[in-house]
T-cell receptor
């Protein structure tokens, strides 16, 4: 399974863009990049995912490099409520009865400050 | 839709006791999984299922059993609880096993004395 590497913590000023990097240099061609966040002790919340093209939704944008070895999650206008641990995950896609494992790493603790 | 429902939310056990953490989803999701989260750590996958009757081990399966007799339910059984199993447990599901986002439950906090 491909592993991901994220910085353990980051700060961001409220109202500014938060850019969270993730390295997944061993990703294979059929693996998607997923981002989740976890606020306090709540269950993680899905944010966005992508395969090779950049993606955008109402929460965030996902930029994946052309070689797919790294990606960046962008929160365009961070608010205090975006303070959370952000997880970058590569999802294994296998045959029907072996696929689907989502392995979480340590994540990045983002602190949005006033 | 209620989403992913976990019960109980809190439980205290003595070493050696057994119990089952319940997880149910009403979204007709194919994929279900259990994670544990210890203080200051990320989530670790215990077991997962890609459909009724099919289960497989995750990263930390020892001490836990699962079954998937229906699409809706995926219980996690601790046969003989140990203090090392003190943790917060999250159940998650997704529509398909290889695409789509995971929906998480609110968590079950287990303390083993």
């Amino acid at each position: 399974d491909a592993k991901t590497t994220q910085p353990p913590s980051m700060d961001c000023a409220e109202g500014r863009a938060a850019n969270l990097p993730c390295n997944h240099s061993t990703i294979s061609g059929n693996e998607y990049v997923y981002w989740y966040r976890q606020i306090h002790s709540q269950g993680p919340q899905y944010i966005i995912h992508g395969l090779k093209n950049n993606e955008t939704n109402e929460m965030a944008s996902l930029i994946i490099t052309e070689d797919r070895k790294s990606s960046t999650l962008i929160l365009p206008h961070a608010t205090l409520r975006d303070t959370a641990v952000y997880y970058c995950i590569v999802r294994v896609v296998g045959i029907y009865n072996q696929g689907g494992k989502l392995i979480f790493g340590q994540g990045t603790e983002l602190s949005v400050k006033p | 839709n209620a989403g992913v429902t976990q019960t109980p939310k809190f439980q205290v056990l003595k070493t050696g006791q057994s119990m089952t953490l319940q997880c149910a989803q009403d979204m007709n999701h194919e994929y279900m999984s259990w994670y544990r989260q210890d203080p200051g750590m990320g989530l670790r996958l215990i077991h997962y299922s890609v459909g009724a009757g099919i289960t497989d081990q995750g990263e930390v399966p020892n001490g836990y059993n699962v079954s998937r007799s229906t699409t809706e339910d995926f219980p996690l059984r601790l046969l003989s609880a140990a203090p090392s199993q003190t943790s917060v447990y999250f159940c998650a599901s997704s529509l398909k096993s290889n695409t789509g986002e995971l929906f998480f439950g609110e968590g079950s906090r287990l303390t083993v004395l």
